[in-house]
């Protein structure tokens, strides 16, 4: 797990977030999404507001980022949104520098980022269930689980592709190695490199284990699986949650109504990470065109909103 930033760090993350995305709203909203016009009869409608969205760049978040901005969008709101480390983006939540995330993975993979922060936040529980992370090879690699990894170091070129270092499954996997005793040493990269990796692997017919995680889109383009984890390590079934900062409630009930009505499922994200992996992908256009082919799905989660 990456470390958590210290104060001089949060200074200059606080900083820079409320630079990137106050840019576009100077002069009118605060810090926090909440109007700053107090003459009377001053407009407190969606369009005044900016919602700020936080995410990290995998390929899952990006998709539930994008479809919740355009709901946001489609119902009359400015929204801006900034993609950020796992440490920041519960950061910036805490200190009310950004607005929501839909795309905090708990219990586990996000579990040290969110203990020393869930008094600072509202968690609105989860918008899918039923995902998973662990360490993944291709169908073909012919060992099952974990502990059969350090008998066959070499053939893994003694080696697992990871993401980026302050990914929560990366700390996650450093303490898998030690648990199983591995001598295979976690790459540094990021979700594009390690399947760029496990592609370059798989068309050669290479032995390769990476950080994987369900839902992903690897999944419906190789034959992969899981290495079965016998000490736990990884947890069991994980939830995706929506998290928001404090007060947003109060300040914008409306937007807060919506992030609390969006719920889906893995085959629907799938859909939407399937489309952006086409060659030039637009995905924000992917998530709008969602949005309207789902129209329905999406009253659901609006029609309660005040």
Not at 47 to 75: M, N, P, R
Not at 179 to 195: C, N, R, V
Not at 292 to 306: D, G, L
Request: aromatic letters at 8%.
């Amino acid at each position: 797990m990456g470390t958590f930033f210290n104060r001089q760090q949060g200074n200059r993350l606080r900083a820079a977030i409320v630079g990137v995305l106050a840019a576009t709203v100077l002069g009118a909203c605060s810090p926090a999404g909440q109007d700053t016009a107090s003459d009377a009869g001053a407009s407190t409608s969606p369009a005044d507001k900016t919602i700020k969205l936080v995410y990290v760049e995998w390929a899952s978040c990006t998709a539930a980022t994008h479809v919740v901005q355009s709901v946001l969008e489609q119902q009359g709101f400015k929204v801006d949104a900034l993609s950020v480390s796992g440490a920041a983006m519960y950061q910036a939540l805490a200190q009310g520098d950004a607005d929501a995330t839909v795309c905090a993975w708990l219990p586990s993979t996000h579990k040290n980022y969110f203990e020393r922060t869930r008094d600072k936040l509202d968690d609105l529980g989860p918008n899918m269930s039923g995902t998973k992370i662990g360490l993944v090879v291709p169908d073909y690699v012919t060992i099952d689980s974990i502990d059969q990894l350090a008998a066959n170091a070499g053939k893994f070129q003694d080696r697992i592709v990871g993401i980026d270092p302050g990914a929560g499954e990366m700390g996650i996997t450093h303490k898998a190695i030690d648990e199983y005793q591995l001598p295979l040493k976690l790459i540094d990269g990021s979700g594009a490199t390690m399947t760029a990796a496990l592609k370059s692997a798989i068309d050669n017919q290479q032995w390769i284990v990476v950080t994987g995680w369900t839902p992903h889109w690897m999944w419906a383009r190789w034959d992969l699986k899981y290495l079965s984890d016998p000490k736990g390590v990884y947890g069991g079934a994980e939830n995706i949650d929506t998290l928001v900062r404090k007060g947003l409630k109060q300040d914008s009930p409306k937007a807060w109504q919506i992030l609390d009505g969006f719920h889906w499922t893995p085959e629907a994200m799938q859909q939407v990470m399937a489309a952006d992996q086409a060659q030039g992908a637009d995905a924000m256009a992917n998530a709008k065109a969602w949005v309207k082919a789902h129209a329905e799905q999406v009253a659901s989660w609006t029609s309660a909103a005040p």
